[in-house]
């Protein structure tokens, strides 16, 4: 008997088996791994055989009764990619893979069948990832191309389809088993994933959108799972500046990372941290970087938290030259993260705030007012006359460009800014030049006020049921 009817007489065998026992066996005998054993011997026997003749020995099997025609489409895909499959070239093979993927998403449509695939997909799209993003990156390299990713782009349209072909099948009751939960949950990780590699980052909306309708059970998804899911969605959300939604998902992340190999663990809170530090100081939280620390690296200083040490302590001293000097110093860094703009942009304010709230200290309001004069020299200490030389008229580091501007007018409308996002609790007197503050909780917690000014969103609150 060739091989090839082994392999025939193996699919008849399994498909006769329940789904969930036959989805096992049909990940074995239709795998791409280069290490499989029936690969090269499949192989010899197809050399001699041309792709149309393999195709009429599909067809006279009648896998189904013949009346799966996408799961014999999906089989010829498959012989084919054994046949031409070089194992000393991905590149080479990686197109044959992408072909066979794409055959088995067409295969999902077929409800009373679909669940023998359930297997080969997961197996499929675990091995396919890495290979895809690794050709796509040298040939960009090759090309000499800022951004060209076809086989991912490719490949994010075919899990869309697996996605949409395997959500649309429900049982007689309109519901989505657990099986389907676990397999659509793992395609749109794997998809917001090469959408982030492809800078297709609103895409990932879609995934989201659809993942809030299906009714999923949280409770059966793997943890790890949960834990790449709710990076994917903090550092989406941060990204399109929904910082208290990105804080508590990545807050999230951080508590339950669930790896018990240390270095792998310690990467996984890097990338989590490298997001949330920034989105926690922008709702208002300062992180406390000596627990991080230690959670990272034990005794020895992490690069990633020294980074934002100096930064928190000029927030926090309300320090305005310093805290952007060390911006600016480290740009390079802060830019390459995407978080240089949100922390310029989102932090200037609490700045200015934790500046005021330091004089309040240092110089306690009399009557409960605070003077223009008293807030102004306050602002020309810290915002330093060498900001000009410094920055070299870089305008996104510059709070002025000339001294004479941090006057009355200046003042005023910093404090009706912090007055009206509730920052200090307070009202203008403008004609004696002064601010009456509160006698109680002057300075409001920021968390407090932020968590009601900026709602986390409710779509999501399924992930905690």
């Known amino acids: 008997m060739s091989q090839l009817e082994i392999f025939f007489k193996k699919i008849h065998s399994t498909i006769r088996l329940p789904e969930k026992e036959a989805s096992e066996l049909l990940k074995k005998q239709l795998t791409m791994n280069p290490k499989s054993p029936h ?22 099997q009648q896998f189904f009764g013949g009346d799966w025609a996408r799961f014999e489409s999906l089989i010829v895909s498959y012989l084919k990619f054994v046949k031409n499959f070089d194992p000393w070239s991905i590149l080479k093979s990686i ?33 396919l990832h890495p290979l895809v993003k690794l050709v796509d990156k040298k040939l960009l390299i090759i090309k000499k191309r800022n951004s060209y990713y076809p086989r991912l782009t490719q490949m994010s349209t075919i899990l869309q389809k697996a996605f949409n072909n395997i959500r649309n099948q429900r049982d007689p009751t309109g519901q989505i088993s657990r099986d389907q939960q ?13 959408y982030f590699n492809i800078n297709h980052l609103l895409r990932c909306n879609d995934i989201f959108s659809n993942m ?19 990076f994917l969605l903090g550092k989406f959300n941060f990204i399109q500046n929904n910082f208290m939604t990105a804080f508590v998902q990545l807050n999230w992340c951080l508590n339950n990372v669930y790896i018990n190999n240390t270095n792998h663990r310690t990467k996984n809170m890097e990338l989590i941290l490298k997001y949330l530090i ?35 302590s000029t927030l926090k001293k309300g320090n305005v030259f310093e805290f952007h000097k060390y911006l600016f110093d480290n740009e390079s860094y802060f830019l390459k993260m995407n978080v240089l703009l949100p922390l310029l942009q989102r932090l200037r304010i609490l700045l200015f705030r934790n500046l005021v709230r330091k004089l309040a200290l240092i110089e306690p309001p009399v009557n409960n007012s605070l003077r223009f004069s008293s807030i102004k020299t306050a602002l020309f200490v810290s915002i ?4 000009n030389a410094y920055f070299q008229n ?24 912090l007055i009206d996002q509730n920052l200090i609790k307070g009202k203008l007197v403008n004609d004696n030049h002064r601010i009456i503050v509160s006698k109680v909780d002057t300075f409001p917690e920021i968390p407090t006020i932020y968590s009601t000014k900026f709602a986390v969103d409710s779509s999501f609150d399924w992930l905690d049921q």
């Open 95 to 127: 197109d044959l893979m992408i072909n066979v993927v794409d055959e088995l998403a067409s295969s999902l449509n077929k409800q009373q069948h679909y669940k023998y695939l359930f297997g080969t997909l997961v197996d499929y799209v675990i091995l």
């Open 39 to 60: 690969l090269p011997k499949l192989q010899v026997d197809l050399q001699n055989q041309s792709e149309q003749t393999i195709g009429k020995f599909v067809q006279d």
């Open 212 to 230: 809030n309708v299906l009714n999923l059970d949280a409770k059966i998804i793997p943890k790890s799972q949960l834990i790449q899911y709710r």
């Open 182 to 194: 676990l397999v659509l949950f793992l395609l749109g990780i794997k998809t917001c994933y090469i």
């Open 394 to 417: 870089n305008y996104s580091y510059l709070i002025v460009t000339n001294e004479s501007q941090i006057d009355d007018s200046f003042v005023e409308n910093l404090m009706i800014s």
């Open 384 to 387: 330093s006359p060498n900001q």
């Open 278 to 312: 920034p989105s926690s100081l922008i709702v208002g939280k300062i992180p406390n970087l000596n627990i991080l620390n230690q959670l990272l690296s034990s005794q020895e200083a992490h690069p990633l938290i020294e980074l934002y040490r100096p930064l928190i």
